[in-house]
């Protein structure tokens, strides 16, 4: 359940702070001289430019809105229509844990970020070590 202030953020990031401002002035006035207007600029000269830092950061969002726990219950307390983590959560009892449910349950859980990972590692890779992070 990605909610609209992880997507505002995560935009915020791309465009203000992590990636865009470093494209130098005489790129984007190079693209102009070319003849491309702004939008044109922003997709054929700027977004290959900053491609591996927004897969990095849409790989960022995705695992920070799949892991968040308290919003999808506080939301949601119906136990039909739950996510993963909150169910998780759910799993355990007052008196009793079944441990080896949960453990199987909680190694589910984490195979759908296992997948995202392995289908954008390239990218995921450059993005961090052009952004400037550190792992």
């Known amino acids: 359940m990605i909610?609209?202030?992880?997507?505002?953020?995560a935009a915020y990031n791309v465009i203000g702070g992590i990636s865009i401002p470093w494209i130098s002035s005489p790129t984007t006035t190079a693209a102009r001289l070319?003849?491309?207007?702004?939008?044109?600029?922003?997709?054929?000269?700027?977004?290959?430019?900053t491609r591996s830092a927004m897969v990095a950061?849409?790989?960022?969002?995705?695992?920070?809105?799949?892991?968040?726990?308290?919003?999808?219950?506080?939301?949601?307390?119906?136990?039909?229509?739950?996510?993963?983590a909150s169910a998780l959560a759910k799993m355990n009892g007052q008196y009793q844990q079944k441990y080896p449910e949960l453990m199987m349950a909680a190694l589910i859980s984490c195979v759908p970020m296992i997948i995202l990972y392995?289908?954008?590692?390239?990218?995921?890779?450059?993005?961090?070590?052009?952004?400037g992070g550190k792992l």
């Open 3 to 9: 909610t609209l202030y992880d997507l505002q953020s």
């Open 34 to 49: 070319d003849g491309c207007n702004i939008p044109q600029t922003f997709l054929f000269v700027m977004a290959p430019l």
């Open 57 to 84: 950061l849409g790989i960022f969002t995705a695992v920070f809105a799949y892991k968040d726990l308290m919003w999808p219950m506080i939301v949601c307390p119906d136990n039909r229509a739950t996510t993963l």
């Open 118 to 131: 392995i289908f954008f590692q390239r990218q995921f890779i450059e993005g961090i070590a052009t952004s």
